[in-house]
């Protein structure tokens, strides 16, 4: 069974520190990582996509990836109420197949 | 950037109807979508896998002659909703998948169903 495993906090962090989200994956084989926001009523958005190990910064987020750890995390820098939201660790197993998601983490930021 | 579109974004519907969705991909074509469930508060739940010109795949527990999906073109697919009850109520979104190196999966903004 493969499986991705996030933490559902929720995550409360102060207006302007940064939230760290973490997720594990259980396919060592999986090559394409994702992170998705999901606002409460809306449908998810992606944030952030990361295929190779390291780090990958767009704004104010930055994706890390070890696959050797089978660990990803999202780091959301100056953080804003506007962050406040589930986050969806997502990843691919295998191209064109459907995505493997986590449960999510609610992040909230208190202004 | 890639842009998912679905139509319509809610319905409201009796008893014992059919409801079709669209789910369209704008400036891209898309081999492969996936149909969504979601109720409040819960995790996105897979429905199924479309992929153009063959039978959609269905998740194990998901009626495939409820949900009747087709995909008829790389560019859209259609979910319907076939003799609606109120526990098919939900938030209904597709993705596509964008293929190529990437492979990425983008939603369209999903469809709120409330079946009277």
């Known amino acids: 069974q493969k499986e991705v495993e996030q933490n559902s906090g929720p995550l409360s962090v102060p207006e302007g520190a940064i939230a760290s989200l973490n997720c594990t994956y259980s396919?060592?084989?999986?090559?394409?990582f994702f992170w998705y926001r999901q606002y409460s009523g809306k449908s998810p958005e992606l944030i952030m996509s990361i295929y190779s190990n390291g780090d990958k910064e767009d704004g104010r987020f930055t994706a890390q990836l070890n696959k050797a750890s089978q660990y990803v995390s999202l780091l959301i820098r100056d953080s804003q109420p506007s962050d406040s939201a589930t986050y969806l660790c997502?990843?691919?197993?295998?191209?064109?197949?459907?995505?493997?998601f986590g449960k999510g983490t609610t992040l909230s930021v208190s202004s | 950037g890639a842009v998912v579109s679905q139509h319509p974004s809610w319905v409201i519907c009796k008893s014992g109807t059919s409801v079709k969705i669209e789910c369209r991909s704008l400036d891209f074509q898309a081999t492969t979508m996936f149909w969504y469930r979601q109720f409040p508060k819960q995790s996105l739940m897979l429905m199924a896998t479309s992929n153009e010109g063959s039978k959609a795949t269905y998740e194990q527990g998901v009626e495939k002659d409820k949900f009747l999906i087709n995909h008829a073109s790389l560019t859209l697919s259609t979910l319907t909703v076939t003799s609606a009850h109120p526990e098919d109520s939900s938030f209904y979104i597709c993705?596509?998948?964008?293929?190529?190196?990437?492979?990425?999966?983008?939603f369209g903004p999903g469809t709120r169903l409330t079946v009277l």
């Open positions: 993705s596509a998948n964008s293929g190529g190196s990437t492979d990425t999966q983008y």
């Open positions: 396919d060592r084989g999986s090559q394409s």
């Open positions: 997502a990843v691919n197993p295998q191209a064109g197949t459907a995505l493997i």
